[in-house]
Nanobody
Framework: QVQLVESGGGLVQPGGSLRLSCAASGSIFRVNGMGWYRQAPGKQRELVATVTRGGGTVYADSVKGRFSISRDNAKNTVYLQMGSLTPEDTAVYYC???????????????WGQGTQVTVSS
C-alpha cells in the first residue's frame, strides 16, 4: 500500500505565508510527478502546482509568483510554499503523486486526505 500524508495547513492572516508538506510512504519503487490541488467550498478541485521528478514545475496562473513547489526525492516528499495569501486561497489542499509500487510495472496516482488552509483576519 501507499499513503500520502499532508501537513502544514491552518489559519493565516491575509498577506501571510504557510508551508505545506506531503510525504509518500509504503511499498514504493519510484515516485514520478507530484502535485498540489485545492478545492474551495462549492467549487471544483483545481490544479495549484505540479513538479516532475526532475524538478520541472507548472503553476496555476492564480498562484504564479506567490507559491513555490519543490520536492525531496530521497524523502518522497513534496512541499508547497505559499506566500501573499488572500482569502481566495482558502480551500482544502490535496497532494497527489504518480507512484510505481515495488514489484509492479505501472504507475498509479495516489491522493492525500487533504489539509485545510484558511486565510482570514
Amino acid at each position: 500500500q501507499v499513503q500520502l500524508v499532508e501537513s502544514g495547513g491552518g489559519l493565516v492572516q491575509p498577506g501571510g505565508s504557510l508551508r505545506l508538506s506531503c510525504a509518500a510512504s509504503g511499498s514504493i519503487f519510484r515516485v514520478n510527478g507530484m502535485g498540489w490541488y485545492r478545492q474551495a467550498p462549492g467549487k471544483q478541485r483545481e490544479l495549484v502546482a505540479t513538479v516532475t521528478r526532475g524538478g520541472g514545475t507548472v503553476y496555476a496562473d492564480s498562484v504564479k509568483g506567490r507559491f513555490s513547489i519543490s520536492r525531496d526525492n530521497a524523502k518522497n516528499t513534496v512541499y508547497l510554499q505559499m506566500g501573499s495569501l488572500t482569502p481566495e486561497d482558502t480551500a482544502v489542499y490535496y497532494c497527489n503523486a504518480g507512484v510505481i509500487r515495488e514489484g509492479l510495472g505501472y504507475e498509479r496516482v495516489y491522493w492525500g486526505q487533504g489539509t485545510q488552509v484558511t486565510v482570514s483576519s
